[in-house]
């Protein structure tokens, strides 16, 4: 059993709110989660188990606009360095950081604020520049609210994504805990949801409900990496990791490929016949373990 935290939350110098999760072993190696999109502080939790194992301290928040986290300007570089204040507060000097699905560019961002204290990147099915990297398809809603991104509207792009996840989540939100889960992982191939046991589920379900309190998040999110991107990956020079799933339909391991042609020193490694949640969230040990955070697990 997953045993979820009382809501917990630090105050930056700027008076700004962060939610804030910590789990793992306390005595541990620190990994800070940046977790995907749309999700907040509390999808960290499902690696808790396995951080413990590996002697992980593991640390996550719930970057702007999700929960209760203060919702700042779009952008990838401002959550790097907010990772920087939140370990500052942890009273954490050297890291590891590691990016699910959305929160693989903000991963990055971090490696890049300070890459001598950054020790290891990972990202694990992280989303990249998708505009430079996809095919395009003239029937993705997303494009003509980047296309109001790229002439300087970045308003009214935000309006625009937040009307889509209306569109989305407002019936799911809805529902109970069970039909929530079901109603997100709705269309996904059973076969790729051996990692979402019961206590998954009751993590997602509280993730859900808390990280979509409003949907600044979520629009920030797009905005952020769907644009033009304010960080350099060709820049960032600690070693970095990088997991993907052959078979991906949401973020494709093109993603993958694209960053380690320009990652000075990227591993990418394609688990073949994998999907998205598996690549993500079914091989916890082996990712704290190949970003050397912590012990091999036993």
């Not at 990692?195 to 797009?222: K, P, T």
């Given at each position: 059993m997953i045993i979820l935290p009382r809501p917990e939350r630090i105050v930056l110098a700027d008076d700004r709110v962060v939610e804030i999760w910590e789990g793992g072993d306390p005595a541990g190696e620190p990994v800070i989660f940046h977790h995907g999109t749309p999700s907040g502080r509390l999808q960290a939790s499902l690696g808790d188990g396995a951080a413990r194992r590996c002697g992980v301290r593991l640390i996550s928040f719930s970057r702007p606009g999700y929960g209760g986290s203060t919702y700042t300007s779009p952008s990838l570089a401002s959550v790097g360095h907010?990772?920087?204040?939140?370990?500052?507060?942890?009273?954490?000097?050297?890291?590891?950081?590691?990016?699910?699905?959305?929160?693989?560019p903000y991963a990055i961002a971090t490696g890049l604020a300070d890459p001598q204290r950054v020790k290891a990147v990972g990202l694990a099915g992280g989303v990249g520049p998708w505009r430079l990297i996809e095919p395009p398809d003239p029937d993705d809603p997303d494009l003509p609210l980047l296309a109001l991104v790229d002439a300087g509207d970045v308003v009214?792009?935000?309006?625009?994504?937040?009307?889509?996840?209306?569109?989305?989540?407002?019936?799911?939100?809805?529902?109970?805990?069970?039909?929530?889960?079901?109603?997100?992982?709705?269309?996904?191939?059973?076969?790729?949801?051996?990692?979402?046991?019961?206590?998954?589920?009751?993590?997602?379900?509280?993730?859900?409900?808390?990280?979509?309190?409003?949907?600044?998040?979520?629009?920030?999110?797009?905005?952020?990496?769907?644009?033009?991107?304010?960080?350099?990956?060709?820049?960032?020079?600690v070693p970095t990791w990088l997991w993907y799933g052959e078979t991906d339909r949401m973020v494709p391991s093109s993603h993958g490929r694209w960053f380690a042609q320009r990652i000075p020193d990227a591993t990418l490694i394609v688990r073949p016949g994998e999907g998205h949640g598996r690549t993500i969230?079914?091989?916890?040990?082996?990712?704290?373990?190949?970003?050397?955070?912590?012990?091999?697990?036993v």
């Open positions: 907010d990772t920087l204040l939140v370990a500052d507060q942890f009273g954490i000097g050297d890291f590891t950081v590691l990016g699910a699905s959305g929160g693989g009214g792009a935000l309006d625009g994504f937040r009307e889509q996840a209306a569109q989305d989540f407002d019936r799911m939100l809805s529902l109970d805990d069970a039909d929530v889960v079901d109603a997100f992982f709705e269309g996904v191939p059973g076969e790729e949801l051996g990692w979402l046991d019961a206590a998954a589920r009751e993590v997602w379900a509280a993730d859900m409900r808390e990280a979509l309190a409003s949907y600044d998040g979520y629009a920030r999110d797009n905005v952020a990496w769907g644009g033009a991107w304010d960080v350099d990956p060709t820049q960032l020079t969230f079914g091989h916890w040990d082996e990712l704290f373990s190949a970003l050397g955070a912590g012990r091999p697990a």
